[in-house]
């Protein structure tokens, strides 16, 4: 206890001198036109491009496998739900996938995915993230469009190219962690990060739907080839626009340069040599973010993953109505996201409350309200309106949790913060197949369970200062 004491007093005295050296010395730099900005929505056009070919595959597979009519119209458990439309294209290939196979295929992204995490923080901060995390995408992109070609080869080609998919992607919360490290002055934080990463809800908002419509009105294959236009297109801006700090930018204004280095100065290591591998692994600040990521992540990637099946199996939802029905959780998150990150630096540099505190309770409320409405929905039953409520209020409350434990790398280690979040992601996968109402309210309470358990352990452990051994090289020299 005297040791919490001690760490609370310390962020007590810090985060005021910290906001009168950003609101005295240090002029804050405009942010209309901003090239921290800029790199915010460009990563976050990265993360919607890296979302919409990870979920794409999930519309897609309803439409890729045999008896389509038979599972669409007879055998959900709910009564099918249908509307007058004009008559399909289904002249792409179809196959025998049973669903266990069907599983396998769907799963094996994330065993690439959680492969590269680890490294992917090390290379970001030994190399430079910039080159990380757009070759990891443009490798995601490019197996995409391979997508169609490995299918027709067999299911074995498809889940070899899907683990290929998640390698390349599996970099990408690490590197730009890593990127961000450099680029987000403290109180800014929580708003240019959650502008970021929302482009991860984004891109499952409009791929769900679009990817129904493809599907319906051209084929399954279409799904890969203009996503994977979209991903092309994106790379090209990265890399002509992006740069790996502000000291290496070629069009960032001199006045912004200032502002950011100056208000980072006091929080990196000077060495990108030195990595303190037993403090990180004995920080318990750190261990705080890993419970809560792993319980956040659990119940998003259930949701991600298999959200447009339970629509199908369950609620009795068409293909084309399954992906516009699907994404109505993910365009909540992704709005109390952006709106969460606006307010929870409005509290911090406006007023005064400690970094500490926002964290904890943008985490509370990001992942015990899920777990109520996630628990709620397993007994609709056959009410879809309810169901699909309950979800979407589910996932839209845990948009509040992208300004919580999901940024406090930043707060706890930001030279390291690459690193830290490639630990934290590397404990988030898991594959579930469920076909009937008790079986998904199995699925529902525990992944509930996990979430409230996540909230308390980061509220108990968690910190909000830059961590002694994070910044130990600095007082060293």
């Known amino acids: 206890m005297e040791h919490s004491a001690s760490d609370s007093e310390t962020e007590d005295h810090v985060q005021p001198l910290l906001r009168r050296k950003d609101t005295g010395e240090v002029q804050k730099a405009p942010a209309c036109c901003s090239s921290r900005y800029g790199l915010a929505f460009l990563s976050c056009y990265g993360f919607f491009v890296a979302y919409a070919l990870r979920v794409n595959l999930s519309v897609a597979m309803v439409d890729m496998v045999k008896n389509r009519s038979s599972v669409n119209n007879s055998s959900s458990v709910c009564p099918h739900h249908s509307i007058p439309v004009p008559k399909s294209n289904h002249s792409a290939s179809v196959y025998d996938w049973d669903s266990e196979t069907q599983g396998w295929i769907l799963g094996s992204f994330f065993y690439g995915y959680i492969l590269t995490q680890i490294p992917g923080g090390y290379l970001a901060r030994k190399y430079g993230a910039k080159w990380l995390f757009g070759i990891g995408i443009l490798c995601t992109v490019i197996f995409t469009l391979l997508t169609p070609v490995a299918a027709d080869l067999g299911a074995g080609y498809l889940i070899a190219v899907r683990v290929l998919e998640g390698i390349g992607e599996g970099v990408s919360y690490p590197a730009m962690h890593a ?63 992006v740069s790996n700090s502000p000291s290496f930018h070629k069009r960032i204004s001199e006045d912004e340069k200032t502002y950011i280095m100056a208000s980072l100065k006091n929080e990196l290591s000077p060495t990108t040599d030195y990595i303190p591998w037993t403090s990180i692994l004995k920080s318990l600040p750190l261990w705080a973010i890993v419970v809560a990521h792993f319980s956040y992540n659990w119940t998003f990637y259930t949701l991600l993953t298999l959200l447009p099946t339970y629509m199908n199996d369950i609620l009795g939802f068409s293909i084309q109505q399954n992906g516009m029905l699907s994404a109505l959780p993910y365009l909540g998150c992704w709005l109390l996201a952006l709106l969460g990150g606006q307010l929870a630096d409005l509290l911090r ?101 996990i979430n409230i358990f996540g909230a308390v352990f980061f509220t108990i452990f968690g910190k909000g200062t830059v961590q002694p051994w994070a910044v130990q090289r600095i007082q060293i020299r």
């Open 349 to 449: 540099e406006k007023y005064l409350i400690r970094t500490v505190i926002v964290r904890k309770a943008f985490t509370i409320v990001g992942m015990v309200g899920p777990a109520v409405f996630l628990i709620a929905a397993g007994y609709t039953g056959c009410n879809y309106v309810l169901a699909i409520a309950f979800l979407t209020l589910s996932s839209s409350l845990g948009g509040i949790s992208a300004s919580g434990f999901n940024i406090n790398h930043l707060d706890i280690a930001p030279s390291y913060a690459g690193i830290l979040l490639g630990i934290t992601n590397s404990f988030a996968t898991e594959k579930v197949r469920k076909n009937t109402i008790p079986e998904w309210q199995i699925v529902f309470y525990i992944s509930a369970a």
């Open 179 to 241: 990127m961000w490290a450099s680029w987000a002055p403290p109180l800014e934080r929580s708003r240019l990060l959650t502008i970021s990463y929302t482009g991860a809800q984004l891109g499952t908002v409009v791929a769900l739907p679009l990817c129904g419509q493809i599907c319906f009105y051209l084929d399954w294959t279409y799904v890969f080839y203009i996503f994977g236009a979209v991903g092309l297109l994106w790379f090209v801006l990265w890399a002509y626009f």
